[in-house]
């Protein structure tokens, strides 16, 4: 037997704000009705719906207007990382979700790391990422990742390339013992 609730406020894996919603009456008895979550569905609550979806209507537009400004924003920016190398080129390390985020941060944009749809970046050159801001809204960022390569090995390009000699294999002494 199921009891009808609306939901007051989003109930995460429920539902969001006037949703009229089916749940077990202990559910509804014991943890929504008494945290101010939801309240019992009957005729006279009929009005506090209305007031509620309205609410809900308007907050979702502040949240798209939002989300809209902040994306307008992040598309304007270029990140720049520089990461250092071994001497074949290969980097130590990579450009993370996390990363981002806190550069994003430095910056006044404070975006969660779990909003960046970026794969660990690992190859020098430009590079972009996508950021969701939810309500189907999403950003785009550039990421410039630059090399710093070792001394030595900047050294080695400047100066001629020279083939080094390679020390001769030992041969294996046959011996032909009967």
Do not use: C, W
């Given at each position: 037997m199921a009891l009808e609730v609306?939901?007051?406020?989003?109930?995460?894996?429920l539902g969001a704000e006037a949703d009229l919603v089916k749940v077990k009456p202990g559910y509804a008895?014991?943890?929504?009705?008494?945290?101010?979550?939801?309240?019992?569905?009957?005729?006279?609550?009929?009005?506090?719906?209305?007031?509620?979806?309205?609410?809900?209507?308007?907050?979702e537009a502040a949240e798209l207007n939002?989300?809209?400004?902040?994306?307008?924003?992040l598309n304007?920016?270029?990140?720049?990382?520089q990461m250092e190398a071994n001497e074949q080129g290969k980097i130590f390390g990579a450009v993370t979700a996390q990363?981002?985020?806190?550069?994003?941060?430095?910056?006044?944009?404070?975006i969660e790391k779990k909003k960046i749809n970026a794969k660990p970046i690992k190859d020098e050159g430009d590079h972009e990422?996508?950021?969701?801001?939810?309500?189907g809204v999403n950003a785009k960022v550039k990421i410039v990742l630059q090399i710093?390569?070792?001394?030595a090995a900047a050294?080695?390009?400047?100066a001629p390339k020279k083939k080094k000699a390679r020390p001769a294999k030992a041969k294996a002494a046959e011996s032909a013992e009967a």
């Open positions: 609306i939901l007051k406020q989003p109930v995460y894996g008895r014991n943890f929504l009705i008494p945290r101010g979550l939801a309240v019992t569905a009957t005729a006279a609550s009929k009005k506090f719906v209305e007031d509620l979806k309205r609410k809900r209507a308007a907050r939002d989300a809209n400004e902040k994306a307008t924003a304007k920016i270029t990140l720049t990382f990363d981002i985020s806190e550069r994003l941060a430095t910056l006044g944009h404070a990422v996508t950021i969701a801001l939810g309500h710093n390569k070792p001394e050294e080695e390009e400047e």
